[in-house]
């Protein structure tokens, strides 16, 4: 196990119990965190600017510390959370186990907070995971706080003149293709993310690049209140889950667009509208604290009855099982390999949404 991985692992213990193993989810699910001592975590613009710089300086040290678990061409901490995302969407017999499946929300609310734990935990962060309501920015994408240079994520990428397309060791330069390729070139010129040397991805193709957006109004009505509000208003889980990651059941006409978790990660675009490395862009931890803002938010509607529903297939593909609250949600060395169950409950984890 790498040294930093076990620093944060110890970090964790409070609340995983006193070592690293197996854990009793119902327990520690029984014991939140007195009130006043959850982390709370807060709207990106309406966070203090100094507030804002502290957090983008952890994700720039989280950049500076060594790879969790060297896969995927991973050389620092931040490349770790792009491989095992990669590594869970491209499993060789199972096919993506992390979207499109029942424990999609249940998997990205534990990779935000191992995230979360993280920053706290190996760079002195004392805040909480921040979060981005795109509502507030549908149909005026590029003038959004979160693409601020100074108290934001840097803005667009600009395309170069001549593009230089990802280069594979085996097949040589990789031609631009449908959904699968991002061109390396719309580099983002300004903030604290510009100098980035990302190792993994784009995809499937490991190549250093730059951290890459092209940011559009396209999505504008996926990314909208009446979206996000038509998904709140589905009263079991797996209805409440298709809707918001796919789209499916949205608001009347909604028939041919995506859902709010494709609808932001395409407004972006480039690295994080990468299906299976969006974890390169900072922003993606900001989107998934949004979306795992909606489930919380849909749970705490009705806490009796949709506090620990879950449901769907574990597979994109037969022979199909539902998911359950004993699936285990897999890190790949990021942090804890934990139940469903241990996930469920917001406060349970130590932190609410404000
Ligand atoms: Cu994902």
Redesign the pocket.
Known sequence: MHFNTMIALAALAPIFGAQAGPIDARAVSNTPPPPGKLLQRQEWRSMSQAARLNYIKAVQCLHTKPAAKNILNAKVLSDSFAAA?VTL?TDPKLGDT??VVGQ?LP??RW?VTVHETNLRALCNYQGAQPYWDWTLDSGKMLSSPVFDPTYGFGGNGVKPKKIVYPYNETIGFVPPGPGNLTPIGACVPNGPFSQYTLNVGPGQFNVPHCLARNISDSQAPSISKAFVNSCLAKTNYIEFWICTELGIGGPPGSEQLNGPHAGAHISVGEDMGN??S??NDPL?MLH?AQIDRMWSTWQNADKKNRMFQIGGNSTQAPPFTDVTLDYTLKMVGLGPDVPIRYVMNTTALGYEYI
């Open positions: 995302h969407a992390i979207h999609f998997w990205h990779f299906m299976i969006s974890p993606f998934h």
